[in-house]
C-alpha cells in the first residue's frame, strides 16, 4: 500500500508559495491521495532581510480557514482535506504560540525550528566563520530549548532542516557527532508525546537522505517512539508526493508499519 496522505503541504497563504490552494488540491486528488494536510507557515517575529518583508511568514489564518472551507464543499466528496500550520519555533515567544494555537480549531500543527537564536540558516551568514559542525549544534541545541518550554504542538518537522543550508550539506553529517543532543531531544520529544515527521523535502536541496537522518527515526522507534506523519513540504503542486515511495521503505526500514495522520489533533494510524 501506498502512503496516501500529505501531511506537510503550503498553498499561497504562505508567503514563499505562490500556489493557489485549488491548484494543490487538484493536483493531490489527481495523485491517489486520501488525505491532505495544508500547514501553512506562522513563524512570528522573523527577522525582516532583502526580499523578506516584516510578517513574509505570517499566514492570514481566518482568510487560510475560509478557503480552506470552501474547497471542502467543493473536493470533500474525493478527498479529506485537514486544516493544520507549521508554527516556526522560538522559546522566547512560547507564550504567543500557546495563544495562536489555542485560537483556532487546527486538526495538526508541526512544530518547525526555521531560526535559530533569531539567525536563519538560510542565509550563508548564519555558517560564516565557524566550522559546521559548530552551526549544527547550535542549531540542534535550539531545538532542545523550545522542546523545553513550549509542547502544544503534534510533532516537529523537519528536524535537521539546517543540514539542507550547511556548507557540506550531510556530505559529513552523522548521528554520531550530535549523539548527545539527538538523545536529549528525543527524551523531550517522547516525555511530551510529541512525534516526528519524515519529511521528503530535503531531497529536492541535494541532500543523500530525508528528515531526519535514518539514525533519528531508529532511535525515536527503539525507545517507544510511536508518532511518525509523512509530509513532502511542497509549495507547488509539482512537489506534492515528492519522494513517498522512498518515505515508505525508510519508515519501514526503521520498525514502522504504519504511519500517522491527525484529525482535530488528535492522531491515528494507517497500516503502511
Ligand atoms: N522557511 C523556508 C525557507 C526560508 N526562506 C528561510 C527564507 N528563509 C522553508 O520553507
Ligand atoms: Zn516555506
Ligand atoms: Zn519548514
Ligand atoms: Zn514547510
Redesign the pocket.
Known sequence: MAIRADFHL?SSFSG?SKAPMVEMVERGIAMGLRQMCFTE?MDFDFPVSEG?PKGF?EVNTDAYLYELLRCRAVYGDRIKLCFGVELGLQAYLAEVQEGYVNSFPFDFIIGSS?LCNGK?P?DAGFFAGRSEEAAYREYFESIIDNLEVFHNFDIYGHLDYVVRYGPDQDKFYTYEKYRDLFERMLELLLENGIGVEVNTGGIGYGLKELHPCREVLKRYHDLGGEIVTVGS?A?RPADICREFKRAEDFLRDCGFSYYTVFDRRTASFIKL
Open positions: 503550503h514563499d507557515h523578506i511568514f526555521h536563519d538560510y513540504d509549495h
